[in-house]
């Protein structure tokens, strides 16, 4: 298995440019989640998914849409990339009925915005 | 969401010391706790979790306790190395049932 895997891995954007993070896992997990990561900082959620045609908001949406048309795939977008969303993007993904199971997380992406 | 702090922001022992990262929640229907490692450029990686049903667990150097009634739990590392040393993060199980909170990571320095 290859766990989830995450493209681009570093990604330099302009002030208003659209672009679309990937995401897919091949284990199977039915839940996917978009955390974002800042510097010194722990990891906020931004979007997650329960299953293929469900998503809901996390802590911090705004700027950011996400679809899950299949169980491996999670993209996250974004539309007018501003400077406040240069960080990191961890995809992560887990298996279960609730949040009480392990999250594997991708090897992020590196998104700078000038 | 629920409020995960994570105490201290940094820590620095020498190698062979033991390392304790504590943290409190505040969600009293939190029943899952995790605890991640993260080093430098790299992913978050799980090293050991505890459920709520379980006081203490452990796993060679690493262990974990949980004191449910004070709603804290703990990360203990023995015998610490310098490849040890990384960003530590713990999380607990939300009320919305599928997200975890994380709390904003411990940076540990083992030093020779």
């Known amino acids: 298995n290859a766990g989830v895997t995450q493209t681009p891995k570093f990604r330099i954007l302009k002030i208003g440019q659209s672009m679309t993070l990937q995401c897919t896992q091949d284990?199977?997990?039915?839940?996917m989640y978009w955390y974002r990561q800042d510097p010194g900082m722990g990891l906020k959620l931004i979007y997650y998914s329960v299953g293929a045609g469900i998503t809901d908001k996390g802590e911090v949406p705004n700027g950011y849409n996400v679809s899950r048309s299949t169980t491996e795939d999670f993209p996250l977008r974004l539309e007018l990339a501003a400077p406040s969303q240069t960080s990191v993007y961890f995809c992560?993904?887990?298996?279960?009925?609730?949040?009480?199971?392990?999250?594997?997380f991708g090897d992020g992406t590196r998104l700078s915005i000038l | 969401g629920e409020n995960v702090e994570q105490h201290p922001s940094t820590l620095s022992v020498q190698e062979g010391d033991s390392a304790v990262i504590k943290c409190t929640y505040s969600d009293s229907a939190s029943n899952y706790f995790p605890w991640y490692k993260q080093e430098l450029g790299k992913r978050p990686q799980l090293i050991i979790d505890?459920?709520?049903?379980?006081g203490e667990k452990k796993d060679q150097r690493i262990a974990v306790t949980l004191n449910k009634t004070a709603k804290h739990f703990s990360l203990h590392i023995t015998e610490t190395q310098p490849e040890d040393s990384a960003v530590y993060f713990c999380a607990a199980s939300s009320n919305s049932g599928y997200a975890l909170n994380f709390g904003k990571g411990t940076s540990l320095l083992v030093t020779p």
């Open positions: 284990m199977n997990h039915n839940y």
């Open positions: 505890i459920r709520s049903n379980v």
């Open positions: 992560a993904s887990s298996y279960g009925t609730n949040s009480n199971q392990p999250q594997q």
